[in-house]
């Protein structure tokens, strides 16, 4: 059974000469369709051939219909009217020659690499369309898959090979991990992100298509510089790769190189943003929630039912807290269920929210193609507990973390420490929180006092930026003169901050926000702090949060023994 338009076609047949009549009278009228489905009756792919010259779309569920279009014996889904948005961009691009370069931009999981690279390149390849054709991918490894994928068509799809002939022999021509060399006189190349392909050709041929497809990975995006590098490596090399357009007496006998670049934005700078800006290009940019005028993402999930359902997904104390929320929401899915970009792939639940709740920065890039939180508050939520609750829990590691400041003026950073612990739930909790400008001894009494109150600490890190390990020498001083302490097996780790705070912090962003990590209800300067954290540039006082992603950090790090903690509550004059 093949499953399209919301009917049902028990044959392949019936379903061609239903999507021949679709298309036909797209492209003419009704009758025109009819009079040449009867005529082509006995064959129907001679017509399909000639009508998906002309249309992308039309190939890609005619030719490719294993691929795109649901029956019984294939996974395919049923496509969003986004999906033939792309096929008319494809359109626009390759059949009616409207544009040289776009710019898709389009959500992780949208099968944007499918819809639009695989129909391009094979379709490009059937007719003779792009005699040479790189594809640039993020790495090596990708753009050998994508070439297996390419292989697979051309070998096993029995229509194109009925209506096109094999275009693929091993024996004659190039066939390999990156090159196919076609029957017919085409080729294609498929690279990683770092090769170069200045000044490439193909007997004698320059490129007349070029395809990025998710031509920039993570370490893309690290620093200004790196942004930049990428950036300056598409202008130089992609973009002038191809030939521009010939004309002869004012008509255009030859096109331009194709540019199309395809994948998510991953910063406000990244190589996606800036050809979102570049007007060269044409953009289409989609995200996978529908969003109503002025509203936001957070708007959704931070309505009542949502933030009820956010609360039973992490309920540390329930043992199956994700299908509690999964319950509470299919219970009130008329009143939660949001518009979506496909919907009968994603899930407002399982693929959405879950994912905003896990990681709302990777979110935010990846499926809304969103990266302007810059200078905008990191934490939209601090979870506490009174001391009360949280000396309830059990704690299977504990350790001391100190940033210390060696001034106590107005503007100077704070002493922050925190006491953090990890829980036999996995959870953080943030037990002790001091944030006060402290000069060197108060500071070091201070470090004894918070030993003294929490006997299950084992390690103890202070920042070395400040103090140069002298505050190490004073503190164990005053612990050797503790009848307490002295008998305490402390392990100090006394080491440099060079790491980038802002990306050290990003990593505790959602687990704050979902609750993960508790802090204790006594310090609301301290909480505060993070709440208005916008980043290391835009934040005067970062100290409260950074201490506290360092202690997450390594607590991380710190090896368990699998023992569990259980204090004697009078220690803590409970």
């Given at each position: 059974?093949?499953?399209?338009d ?5 044959t ?8 021949l ?8 009228n009704?009758?025109t369709?009819i ?20 249309d992308?779309?039309?190939?890609c569920?005619y030719?490719?219909?294993?691929i ?9 889904k ?6 033939y948005?792309?096929?008319e961009?494809?359109?626009?691009t390759?059949v ?17 690499t ?20 790189i594809?640039i ?5 990708g ?11 051309f070998?096993?799809?029995k229509?194109?090979?009925?209506s096109?002939?094999?275009l ?9 991990g990156?090159?196919?060399e076609?029957?017919n006189g ?9 090769t170069?392909i ?5 007997k004698?041929?320059?490129p007349?298509?070029?395809?990025g497809?998710?031509?920039q990975s993570d ?6 510089d790196?942004?930049?590098?990428k ?5 130089k ?6 030939n ?10 030859n ?8 994948g ?14 570049n ?9 996978a929630i ?5 509203q936001?993402v ?6 009542e ?6 609360k039973?997904?992490?309920n540390d104390?329930?043992?199956?807290s ?5 319950q509470?929401y299919?219970d ?6 949001f518009?979506v ?9 399982n693929?959405?929210?879950?994912k ?40 299977i590691?504990?350790m ?7 001034t ?14 990890t829980g036999?739930n996995?959870?953080k ?5 001091v944030?006060?400008?402290?000069e ?27 103090y ?13 003169t503790?009848?307490i302490?002295h008998?305490r097996?402390?392990e ?5 901050q ?17 609750g993960?990590?508790i802090?204790?209800?006594n310090?609301k ?7 208005d ?11 409260s ?12 790090d710190i ?9 004697d509550?009078?220690?803590l004059?409970?």
């Amino acid at each position: 059974m093949i499953y399209y338009d919301n009917k049902q076609f028990e044959t392949e047949y019936k379903f061609e000469v239903y999507l021949l009549s679709k298309y036909l009278t797209k492209h003419y009228n009704q009758d025109t369709a009819i009079k040449l489905i009867k005529k082509h009756s006995k064959n129907l792919d001679n017509l399909a051939k000639s009508l998906a010259k002309s249309d992308i779309g039309f190939f890609c569920e005619y030719f490719l219909m294993d691929i795109f279009v649901p029956a019984d014996g294939n996974l395919a889904k049923k496509l969003s009217p986004d999906h033939y948005e792309l096929w008319e961009l494809a359109n626009r691009t390759f059949v009616k020659d409207e544009m040289d370069k776009v710019n898709i931009v389009c959500p992780r999981g949208f099968a944007k690499t499918t819809i639009f690279d695989m129909a391009v390149i094979v379709w490009s390849v059937c007719y003779k369309e792009s005699i040479f054709t790189i594809l640039i991918s993020k790495d090596n490894l990708g753009a050998i898959k994508f070439l297996d994928d390419i292989k697979k068509v051309f070998k096993e799809n029995k229509k194109i090979i009925n209506s096109f002939g094999k275009l693929i022999n091993n024996k004659k021509f190039t066939v390999n991990g990156n090159e196919i060399e076609f029957t017919n006189g085409c080729d294609l190349q498929s690279v990683g992100s770092g090769t170069s392909i200045r000044g490439r050709k193909y007997k004698n041929n320059r490129p007349t298509l070029v395809i990025g497809d998710d031509a920039q990975s993570d370490t893309d995006i690290l620093t200004d510089d790196a942004r930049q590098k990428k950036y300056d490596l598409w202008c130089k090399q992609v973009e002038e790769v191809g030939n521009t357009a010939t004309y002869r007496n004012g008509k255009k006998i030859n096109k331009s190189t194709k540019i199309i670049s395809i994948g998510t934005i991953l910063h406000i700078d990244c190589l996606i943003s800036r050809l979102c800006r570049n007007k060269s290009y044409y953009t289409m940019l989609k995200r996978a929630i529908i969003l109503k005028p002025e509203q936001s993402v957070d708007d959704i999930f931070e309505s009542e039912l949502w933030l009820k359902c956010k609360k039973l997904y992490f309920n540390d104390k329930a043992e199956n807290s994700k299908d509690e929320a999964y319950q509470f929401y299919l219970d009130n899915i008329e009143n939660m269920k949001f518009p979506v970009l496909w919907e009968d792939s994603w899930d407002c639940f399982n693929d959405l929210a879950v994912k905003y709740w896990e990681n709302r920065q990777t979110f935010m890039s990846e499926k809304m193609n969103d990266a302007t939180s810059i200078g905008e508050k990191w934490f939209k939520s601090v979870l506490t507990q009174t001391k009360e609750e949280i000396e309830q829990h059990e704690f299977i590691k504990t350790m001391l973390c100190i940033d210390p400041a060696s001034t106590t003026n107005k503007k100077s950073d704070y002493t922050a420490m925190v006491v953090g612990s990890t829980g036999v739930n996995n959870f953080k909790y943030m037990r002790e929180l001091v944030l006060d400008k402290l000069e060197f001894n108060k500071y070091c009494e201070k470090v004894v006092e918070v030993l003294l109150a929490y006997p299950d600490i084992t390690h103890v890190y202070i920042e070395k930026n400040t103090y140069q390990g002298a505050d190490i020498i004073k503190i164990k001083e005053l612990i050797s003169t503790n009848d307490i302490l002295h008998r305490r097996n402390l392990e100090f780790i006394n080491e440099m901050q060079r790491s980038n705070k802002d990306e050290k912090i990003s990593t505790i962003i959602d687990n704050v926000n979902n609750g993960q990590i508790i802090f204790v209800d006594n310090n609301k300067e301290f909480t505060d702090l993070i709440l208005d954290f916008q980043g290391q540039k835009y934040t005067l006082h970062d100290d409260s949060i950074d201490i506290t992603a360092e202690c997450v950090r390594r607590l991380d790090d710190i090896k368990s023994n699998n023992k569990i903690t259980l204090l004697d509550r009078r220690l803590l004059g409970l």
